[in-house]
C-alpha cells in the first residue's frame, strides 16, 4: 500500500514562499512521476507540476510557471514545491500523487486520471 504525507501548507501573505513535501512510505516512489494538483471549492482539481521518477524532466502549469518549483530527493522518498510570489489566486488545497506506470517515458503528466495513489492534501492559504 502506498501511502503519500504532504505537509508545509499555511498561511502567508502575497509575495511570500512557502515549501511543500510528499513524502511516499514506499521505496519504490524513485520510480514513478510524482505530480502536484491544487484544488479549491467548487473547482475541478488542477495540475500544478510533476517530475520525471529521474528528476531530469518536469512539467509545469502556465498559470504558476517562473514562481513554482517541483523537485525531488529520491534518497529521502520525498518531492518537493517550492512556491514563491505566492499569490491569493494560489489558494487552494494542494495534494501530490503518483502517476500510474513505473519508468514512464512518456510526456502527458498533466491528467489527474492518469495518477492512482493521492496524499490527503495540505491546505496553502494567500492573503492579500
Keep these: 500500500q502506498v501511502q503519500l504525507v504532504e505537509s508545509g501548507g499555511g498561511l502567508v501573505q502575497a509575495g511570500d514562499s512557502l515549501r511543500l513535501s510528499c513524502t511516499a512510505s514506499v521505496r ?3 520510480t514513478y512521476v510524482i ?3 491544487r484544488q479549491t471549492p467548487g473547482k475541478e482539481r488542477e ?3 510533476a517530475i520525471k521518477w529521474s528528476g531530469r524532466r518536469s ?3 502556465d498559470s504558476i510557471k517562473d514562481r513554482f518549483t517541483i523537485s525531488r ?3 529521502e ?3 518537493y514545491l517550492q512556491m514563491n510570489s505566492l ?3 494560489d489558494t487552494a488545497v494542494y495534494y501530490c500523487a503518483r502517476r500510474m506506470t513505473a519508468y514512464y517515458s512518456g510526456t502527458s503528466y498533466g491528467l489527474s486520471s492518469d495518477y ?3 496524499g490527503q492534501g495540505t491546505q496553502v492559504t494567500v492573503s492579500a
Design 35 to 37: 505530480g502536484w494538483f
Design 59 to 61: 512539467q509545469y502549469a
Design 28 to 30: 519504490t516512489f524513485t
Design 116 to 118: 492512482d495513489y493521492w
Design 87 to 89: 499569490k491569493p489566486e
Design 73 to 75: 530527493d529520491n534518497a
Design 77 to 79: 522518498n520525498t518531492v
Design 47 to 49: 495540475f500544478v507540476a
